[in-house]
């Protein structure tokens, strides 16, 4: 079973930043592709962004476009999520999942095509 962790939520006003970080278990990290999925309490989780195995074909959901930036450094076993400009609105759990996938540059937008997910990292923005 993939581990799948979370980090760097938290509480901030609107118009600031955080970045989140996401880390697996799996040694073979670069043949994941990668999803930031959030849900606000009351709705249904919705896509935010995606990333392939290779990390230059990127997915972004209306909403952040412009504000959020994913990436991954594969030798760090690491994927993150630069979020600007946040709104009250951004504020939701955020929850990292990742596919393993034979495609270096494919991503997926839909949470059912991801197998493992984390726990979550809650993010707060204040008004």
């Known amino acids: 079973q993939v581990q799948v962790v979370e980090s760097g939520g938290g509480l901030v006003q609107a118009g600031g930043s955080l970045r989140l970080s996401c880390t697996t278990s799996?040694?073979?990290?670069?043949?994941?592709?990668m999803g930031w999925f959030r849900q606000a309490p009351g709705k249904e989780r919705e896509g935010v962004s995606s990333?392939?195995?290779?990390?230059?074909?990127?997915y972004y959901a209306d909403s952040v476009k412009g504000r959020f930036t994913i990436s991954r450094d594969n030798a760090k076993n690491t994927m993150y999520l630069q979020m600007n400009s946040l709104k009250p609105e951004d504020t939701a759990m955020y929850y990292c999942?990742?596919?393993?996938?034979?495609?270096?540059?494919?991503?997926?937008?839909?949470?059912?095509?991801?197998?493992?997910w984390g726990q979550g990292t809650q993010v707060t923005v204040s008004s």
């Open positions: 799996e040694l073979t990290f670069d043949d994941y592709a």
């Open positions: 999942a990742v596919r393993r996938t034979a495609l270096r540059t494919a991503y997926f937008k839909d949470e059912n095509d991801y197998h493992n």
């Open positions: 990333i392939s195995r290779s990390g230059d074909r990127t």
